[in-house]
């Protein structure tokens, strides 16, 4: 299976701008489904990303972020060529990984 | 209940008086090449200010604010896990061990503006929908559905190896062709549904306009960008996704995807959008 | 790959990430504060709070004043309630988070970013949107919280794109 | 075209008229429901069914089935009104269609 994670981290000299895409439903519990029953909440809750095993950014998050959520953010440093450690986890307890390459 | 009542009754009304101030006595010999040029000349003339390849941008070459909600939108497109499971759907052998390379003129890649073309062994217009499902049958394989998912994901495929192509769409010399051509002009002029809608009303009369808030997309490339990710719809859906689903907001039943109709009205709308590039798949609203 | 492996490898990672959580704690904040916002931990009753004054108090503890160094990016009128593309950054000195909250949704606090010495304070997301609503950015910076706002326009469904 | 706006009005207005005064019978929904049926399925065959009599005949179903005949005829008279609007429709558009033709 492909990762539910896409990542670009691009290096511009002192700073790299990190953006993500997670596969996600992101189901709010407020929704219905065609046969008029709630979907239970399923949402991811944390996301974290670290670099030279130093989190640079950690995201919290309830039901209100969008279906297949989306992130960008930017930090000092980061070498091209080096890792940045991504990983979620959800409110079910599901939860996924990647890495990516600064580019 | 009242308001929603209420507002229909007023949009029938109004594109009932919107028909009617039509003047137009139709001549009735078909000639689809001054139809491609009068209906890109009507959009040209309508969007001054819209250049003419921004016409595959559907309603975000029409409004500002959407244009830049659109471009952050972009800059990691939804449709981008779709275009990945779509090329892994086109590379994976069948069971027969062949692939849908081995369907497609040039192996599929960079073929999507060529679609839908005339079929003259088989009588009928081809979409690459239907292209896709009769690869898969000929070689032993389910159909896709042909609204969403896979159908969505291999056709995102398809049309990304196209981009930036002009759509190139023939009339062959062929008199059923030119009835399918017809055809499609005929079911997208017709008023249909409770509403009295007919794709034109919303598509030619009515772009850059909002109904209920929302943007309309110009009829003029809006096939261009098909399969699209519409945040309407939390995901991918293909041109008979689009067709089906416009059917029912006039309060139509939709006639099944991929019937007669739906491919020769693909036909018509690609024909006279022919020239625009190729910019699918695509994001909406 | 099996589902049997894909859920062990589920479980070890679910594992490791509570211990790695766990030895971050104590060692990044567990000295200076202890809410929700600055602690590792997901702030769970923040995301319950039906209004956004509870829901920042609970976040943070404390309430936050207006600032013009907050920067709100958010459209006039959303394309789709389900998909509004949000933007927040400040220029305010030694920014540590960031969260925003829309006031019009059945829990008002939709993201809270934490933003470790190193990272530039600014972040996009995309949130969903229930109607026409404020959204509130607020800023953590130097132990104080200051707070920009916006409506945003939610139409939904019908005849577009 | 003005009397297609006449036929349409009529219906919007008929639709909010409800029950006769005299109690209906089975009998009466099954002669109104056949009679809609037959109607949608013309319009089906012309290919230009709506939505709202396909509701409607549902919702005839449902009353008939919970024994309230009166308002089970009447959402089957609805549901024909609406079927012959359609088929209305689809005469009127047989050449109507090129009034909106862009030449």
Request: positive net charge; charged residues 25%.
């Amino acid at each position: 299976m492909a990762s539910s994670i896409r990542v670009r981290a691009t290096s511009s000299g002192d700073t790299t701008e990190v953006q993500a895409l997670i596969q996600h439903p992101m189901d709010s519990g407020f929704v219905k489904n065609a046969k008029g029953e709630l979907v239970p909440p399923h949402f991811i809750q944390e996301v974290t990303f670290e670099y030279g095993g130093k989190s640079v950014f950690v995201a919290d998050w309830g039901p209100a972020v969008s279906k297949d959520p989306y992130l960008k953010f930017a930090f000092k440093g980061g070498k091209k060529g080096d890792e940045l450690k991504i990983s979620w986890t959800d409110n079910k307890g599901g939860t996924d990984q990647t890495t990516a390459k600064i580019q | 209940m009242r308001s929603v009542f209420g507002s229909t009754f007023g949009l029938v009304i109004a594109a009932l008086l919107m028909g009617a101030t039509h003047s137009a006595a139709a001549t009735d010999t078909p000639n689809p090449a001054a139809d491609a040029k009068a209906f890109q000349k009507f959009f040209a003339d309508k969007f001054p200010k819209v250049k003419f390849e921004d016409f595959v941008n559907g309603p975000y070459s029409m409004d500002a604010g959407l244009y830049k909600q659109w471009k952050e939108k972009e800059e990691f497109p939804p449709y981008e896990f779709a275009l990945d499971m779509g090329k892994e759907l086109f590379a994976k052998p069948f069971k027969n061990g062949k692939t849908f390379a081995d369907c497609f003129p040039n192996k599929g890649i960079g073929i999507r503006q060529n679609y839908p073309y005339f079929d003259e062994k088989q009588g009928k217009v081809v979409t690459l929908e239907l292209a896709v499902n009769q690869c898969l049958e000929s070689n032993g394989e389910k159909p896709y559905s042909y609204t969403k998912d896979e159908m969505a994901a291999v056709t995102a495929y398809m049309a990304f190896t196209s981009r930036g192509k002009p759509f190139d769409i023939k009339i062959p010399n062929d008199p059923r062709a030119l009835e399918a051509y017809e055809n499609g002009k005929k079911y997208f002029y017709t008023r249909r549904g409770q509403l009295n809608f007919s794709c034109a009303s919303c598509h030619v009369q009515s772009p850059g306009e909002r109904i209920r808030a929302e943007v309309l997309a110009p009829a003029l490339g809006i096939l261009n960008a098909m399969p699209i990710y519409r945040s309407e719809w939390g995901g991918m859906g293909t041109t008979s996704r689009r067709f089906t689903s416009c059917n029912s907001q006039v309060r139509g039943v939709p006639l099944k995807p991929q019937d007669d109709e739906y491919r020769d009205l693909e036909y018509y709308l690609s024909y006279v959008s022919n020239g625009l590039p190729i910019s699918g798949p695509g994001a909406r609203p | 790959m099996s589902n049997e492996i894909d859920k062990t490898r589920r479980l070890i990672l679910q594992g490791a990430a509570v211990i790695a959580l766990a030895g971050i704690t104590g060692i990044r904040f567990g000295l200076t504060e202890a809410f929700a916002a600055a602690n590792d931990k997901y702030p769970e009753e923040a995301f319950k709070q039906k209004n956004g004054d509870d829901a920042i108090k609970s976040l943070y503890g404390k309430t936050a004043e207006k600032s013009d160094k907050v920067k709100l990016d958010a459209p006039e009128i959303a394309e789709n309630g389900a998909v509004v593309p949000i933007g927040v950054s400040s220029s305010l000195a030694d920014v540590t988070s960031i969260a925003i909250l829309v006031t019009e949704n059945p829990f008002t606090l939709a993201a809270a970013y934490k933003i470790p010495a190193g990272t530039v304070a600014s972040v996009s997301n995309r949130l969903k949107m229930a109607k026409t609503t404020n959204v509130i950015a607020v800023v953590e910076a130097g132990g104080k919280l200051y707070s920009a706002s916006k409506e945003v326009k939610v139409t939904v469904g019908g005849c577009g794109g | 075209m003005r009397t297609f706006i006449l036929a349409l009005t009529a219906i919007l207005l008929t639709g909010a008229a409800m029950p006769a005064f005299a109690a209906s019978t089975e009998a009466d929904f099954k002669t109104a429901y056949a009679a809609a049926e037959a109607a949608n399925n013309e319009a089906g065959k012309l290919r230009n069914q709506w939505t709202t009599t396909v509701s409607a005949l549902a919702a005839a179903k449902k009353a008939a089935e919970a024994g309230d005949f009166d308002k089970a005829v009447a959402a089957s008279k609805h549901a024909e009104e609406l079927a012959k609007a359609s088929i209305h429709q689809t005469l009127e558009q047989k050449d109507g269609w090129k009034q909106m033709d862009i030449r």
